[in-house]
């Protein structure tokens, strides 16, 4: 047997109904507010993420997928979403095209890391993306669609929260404040840590090395460092939340893995999911548009993971299932007559199976229970000379012959 590749995963019926839950859940949001969908390639140039994510990550340094194709290219497998939809956006004009450039997508991406529960090496999310707008009621409708998504779900004991990591004038003056109260504490540090010291400072604080954390803790807070411009919007996000009664908590180390973010940056935790809790993530992106070779505009976004969403789902969500008919047939007319029916039941846009081997009553009816059909049509030679077909309510077992013309009317009353 060939196995499926370690870290992938195939997501089988009886779970793909949860995935699919989720994903129309997501776009029905999505619409809502206003983000049209587009889909980019899974594969990009190797330069979009050392530019876009940025080549001092974990993402680019160790985890990427990239290879040279037969032309000679460096290509990647897409670790995450947002510098593709960058790229998007850039490339079709998508500022001037759109009448708000609000994105969203779904789809698989790919990083080569440690499985764990909740994270694959093929992955998928949902990314939601807003460029153009710096407002902060921006960034308080970003973060409101991704709580509204998970109160959607009904997954319970969610926390958001949010902090600011300032930008380009106040950061340094952070950063050597970091750098400074660690001190002689650096080399104690993990080595991750200390390489971190000299490429990202900020990123000390994704450490989650148990004996790091007491000496991480103690270290500054970049709130207590943002000039008044990055105040002033930080303020006016926070406002915009409690206006509208979101639950919000502030974190210091809330920091974010990438290069690209400035300001606002949030993450929605699930208490649920144990070491990798996070369901979903993200911030602003000032910068990165013009790093990537456009206009120098604006951007914010998050990225929620499927698999942790699917993970988080209350026992009791309404996974909706397609309502559907079967036909039991009996004798080779009724095999012939079902086949019409199960025909035309289709066409008519209704979800409608019948057994196509030749078996007895008990073994169809015991399918039909098995596709928990919501009704069932037997057609034999009894009820073919009649002009009928015999109607079983599967929910109250209740059973009528009805007319052979108005079985579509009756399944769909009942469906």
């Known amino acids: 047997m060939i196995a499926a590749i370690r870290g992938t995963h195939d997501i089988l019926p009886g779970e793909v109904e949860k995935w699919q839950h989720v994903e129309r859940c997501a776009r029905v949001l999505c619409e809502r507010y206003g983000y049209a969908e587009v889909r980019t390639p899974v594969i990009e140039r190797e330069e979009l993420f050392a530019k876009g994510t940025g080549e001092t990550t974990d993402i680019v340094q160790k985890e990427m997928y990239a290879f040279t194709d037969k032309s000679g290219d460096r290509i990647t497998l897409r670790p995450e979403a947002t510098p593709s939809m960058v790229r998007a956006y850039i490339e079709h004009n998508l500022g001037q095209v759109l009448p708000a450039a609000k994105l969203y997508a779904l789809g698989p991406m790919f990083r080569y890391e440690r499985p764990q529960k909740g994270r694959y090496r093929q992955f998928h999310q949902l990314d939601v993306e807003v460029f153009g707008m710096e407002d902060p009621a921006v960034d308080a409708e970003v973060i409101d669609l991704a709580w509204s998504l998970i109160s959607t779900l009904e997954i319970a004991q969610a926390e958001l929260v949010i902090n600011s990591v300032g930008c380009p004038t106040c950061r340094p003056v952070f950063q050597e404040a970091l750098l400074a109260a660690l001190g ?3 080399p104690k540090l993990c ?11 900020l990123r000390i604080y994704d450490c989650k090395v148990p004996a790091d954390q007491p000496i991480i803790d103690a270290l500054p807070h970049s709130v207590d460092y943002l000039c008044e411009p990055c105040a002033t919007h930080y303020a006016g996000v926070k406002g915009h939340l409690d206006a509208i009664s979101l639950p919000w908590r502030e974190s210091h180390r809330l920091v974010r893995g990438l290069d690209y973010y400035v300001r606002t940056t949030f993450e929605v935790l699930g208490q649920t999911l144990g070491a990798q809790n996070a369901l979903l993530g993200g ?56 086949w ?24 169809q009816m015991k399918r039909a229970d098995r596709l928990a059909a919501r009704v069932t049509l037997i057609v034999g030679g009894d009820e073919l000379a009649r002009g009928e077909v015999t109607l079983r309510d599967m929910t109250t077992g209740e059973q009528r012959a009805v007319a052979r013309d108005t079985v579509v009317a009756a399944v769909r009353e009942l469906l």
């Open 340 to 363: 019409l029916l199960l025909r035309e039941l289709r066409q008519s846009g209704l979800a409608a199976q019948m057994e196509f081997e030749a078996r007895g009553v008990r073994a």
């Open 191 to 201: 080595g991750d840590c200390q390489r971190r010291a000299t490429t990202n400072p």
């Open 283 to 338: 911030g602003r992106y000032d910068g990165l548009v013009k790093r990537l070779g456009g206009a120098d505009h604006a951007g914010i976004g998050f990225a929620a993971g499927l698999e942790r969403l699917v993970l988080a789902l209350p026992d009791s969500a309404a996974i909706a299932a397609t309502p559907r008919a079967f036909i039991v047939a009996i004798g080779e007319d009724g095999r012939a007559a079902a």
């Open 184 to 186: 002689s504490d650096l």
